[in-house]
């Protein structure tokens, strides 16, 4: 059993910032990359942001600069600290994981999501 439990979107002004955590608990064997995507609606879901094992972060063109990601190891946590929030960012934002079961075998696996909503 895999849990990714996402915490952290709400309403905010544009211009503000949030700050998303993702812990991520089961049967996970190694963590291979984390990361963040999004869904607005009547789009398709896109990569906001990731980050491997190594700490190599990989951004959005849209949110680079503004967008932050980050993991704690320990925690198996990880982290999307969202600045100068535009209308556009409004989605629900979708917790990623690829790990590696007991057999060394990658998986991937979702969080349930959670909502931001930038107001102009």
């Known amino acids: 059993q895999v849990q990714l439990v996402e915490s952290g979107g709400g309403l905010v002004q544009a211009g503000g910032s949030l700050r998303l955590s993702c812990a991520a608990s089961?049967?996970?064997?190694?963590?291979?990359?984390l990361g963040w995507y999004r869904q607005a609606p009547g789009k398709q879901r896109e990569l906001v942001a990731d980050?491997?094992?190594?700490?190599?972060?990989n951004y959005a063109d849209s949110v680079k600069g503004r967008f932050f990601i980050s993991r704690d190891n320990a925690k198996s946590t990880v982290y999307l600290q969202m600045n100068s929030l535009k209308p556009e960012d409004t989605a629900d934002y979708y917790c990623h994981l690829v790990g590696l079961d007991r057999f060394g075998v990658s998986f991937d696996y979702w969080g349930q999501g959670t909502q931001v909503t930038v107001s102009s």
């Open positions: 089961g049967s996970i064997f190694g963590i291979v990359i």
């Open positions: 980050i491997s094992g190594g700490g190599r972060t």
